[in-house]
């Protein structure tokens, strides 16, 4: 480790170290109703790390004194905290606060955060919260609202900075001074034509290095990048992560711009898809984003169940392949302690290779039409692995297991791993692709499904070769 890496993680663990005393302490004034005390430290935390010490004193003190906390906020600061709990907390808040209370978090929130909120909320709540909002505002959040889960229209906001085309950089910039700190993002603004159709962008970097006199027309970029308000948000995540924007606009079917979205959504968004992924390749159906400790043994046994059902189920055609060459296996017993080397190394090559393939894909790397190229890859992977890995076992059956009839038994273990091999890395590679061909999420194509699947193949792969060179057909 460098001097500079140990250093930095020296800074973290004393940053952590210092909000944990922080935390402590504010907890242990609020238990000794110390209030103007805990207040003082509790203001002058960031939001982030104040809705950690609001989660923490739901947990310690429960929601009673909590509340109280949460109370002490002022309301701006309160805003930016609600938005950040989970909706567990944000309900608990819900219940214990007046409706006037409520009506002003939602107002000091951002649009986009309100939006998120609005949509977990039950609708007797939601009414209170449309009660009130002015006639405009129920408007634009109802619109909001009819956009699909998980496109780009529930993930934008209209919170943005527009500028006239016939405007010099002066009007710009004192446009920007106005109505910046309403605004999601100052660092780029969008220019619409009288029908507001998305003409393009002016960068916060042109505008304040550029005379005030210059006209506004003259900075316009219109070779721009944008997602429609439909798209779903993993290709609206994939834009951003290749173009590295901080914003982007989001259009309608008639190009008029609608809102914009910006990276901190965006980064929400990964993360949901990461676990996503992660939950599928191991085999879970998940229905939300809980942690882990706040999601019931029941809600767990029902994300589990059908994944394991399903696998038992396709395992058990694996079954019948064994006991079809029962009397294979009686006549060549030997074969037996082979049978779970060769079905673990088909499930792991076939794993190896579906891993990097659904990466590939969730990166932009590779897409379906890239199928020929990913076969034939992995085609010479496998070779080299299955010739490498058969070389070994060979010799080890021939020098230290010396089984009856070891050289036929040594040909039989090692052409099948070599096929096994080859077939589990195909299969593996081509999944995914395929998935994502048909629309299916390629990460339900990962290892539970593809390791039971390379078993079946093994044994048949396995039995047949063994009759051939044993003559027992």
Partial sequence: ???????????????????????????????????????????????????????EAESELGI??????????????????????DSDNQLSIID???????????????????????????????????????????????????????SAGSLMTPDYIELKQDWTVGDALAHIKQVGMDSETVYTCYVKDRGRKLIGIVSLRNLVTYDADTSIEELIVSDIVYVGVYDDQEKVSETFTKYGFLAMPVVDNEHRLVGIITVDDIMRVVEEETTEDIERMGGVISADDREYF???VLRH??????WLILLMCSAMLTGLVIEHYELLLQDVVSLTMYLP????????SGSQASTLI???????????????????????????????LSAINFCKIIMLDRPDDALFVAATVCITQILVICLAKCIGGLLPLLAKRIGVDPALMAS?????????????IYFNLAALFFHLM
């Avoid at 046994?301 to 059908?306: C, H, I, L």
């Avoid at 080397?341 to 792991?348: E, F, H, K, R, S």
């Fill in 1 to 55: 480790m460098s001097d500079q890496t140990e250093a930095n993680a020296t800074g973290r663990n004393e940053l952590e170290s210092a909000f944990e005393e922080t935390q402590n302490r504010i907890l242990g004034l609020m238990a000794a109703k110390k209030y103007i005390h805990a207040r003082d430290e509790f203001m002058a935390l960031n939001e982030v790390d104040a809705a950690d010490v609001f989660e």
């Fill in 64 to 85: 009673e004194m909590a509340v109280i906390l949460f109370r002490m906020l002022p309301k701006d600061s309160a805003a930016e905290v609600f938005s950040r709990l």
């Fill in 96 to 150: 214990k606060i007046t409706d006037s209370e409520l009506g002003t978090i939602m107002q000091e929130m951002d649009f986009d955060d309100m939006i998120d909120v609005i949509e977990e909320l039950p609708a007797t709540v939601v009414d209170k919260v449309l009660a009130k909002s002015t006639p405009g505002e129920r408007k634009l959040i109802n619109t909001f609202l009819n956009y699909p889960e998980n």
């Fill in 294 to 296: 706040d999601t019931s």
């Fill in 301 to 306: 046994y029902r994300n589990r169940f059908p």
């Fill in 341 to 348: 080397l060769l079905m673990g190394t088909g499930g792991n």
């Fill in 358 to 388: 659904i990466r590939g894909l969730a990166l932009g790397e590779i897409g379906p039409s890239d199928a020929l190229r990913v076969f034939w890859k992995e085609f010479r992977i496998s070779i080299l692995l299955g010739a490498s």
């Fill in 448 to 460: 539970p499904f593809i390791s039971t699947l390379t078993d079946t193949f093994a044994c048949l």
